[in-house]
């Protein structure tokens, strides 16, 4: 089964919708962009952009990444910018 590609303005647009809904799944600790992913239910094409939009506003942060962890994980951060 091969997933559809969803137009990047059609992702965009439920931008604030789900970028609460990363926030709430970041609340229970810091996460993967798979793991993200997988709670949501959606691509993590589109959880990346997300995310990416969330940290550029200060609303999210990466935690440091060991040598041997494959993905980043991502914060939400308290009250944001």
């Known amino acids: ?3 559809r590609m969803r137009d990047l303005s059609e992702v965009l647009r439920e931008g604030m919708y789900l970028q609460q809904k990363v926030l709430d799944v970041l609340k229970d600790g810091p996460k993967t962009i798979p793991e993200i992913a997988q ?3 959606r691509p993590s094409r589109e959880v990346m952009l997300w995310v990416m ?3 550029r506003y200060g609303r999210v942060a990466d935690v440091p990444k060991g040598p041997a962890d494959e993905y980043y994980r991502y914060r939400a951060m308290e009250g944001g910018r």
Do not use: S, Y
């Open 1 to 3: 089964m091969t997933e």
């Open 39 to 41: 709670t949501l239910h």
């Open 53 to 55: 939009m969330l940290r």
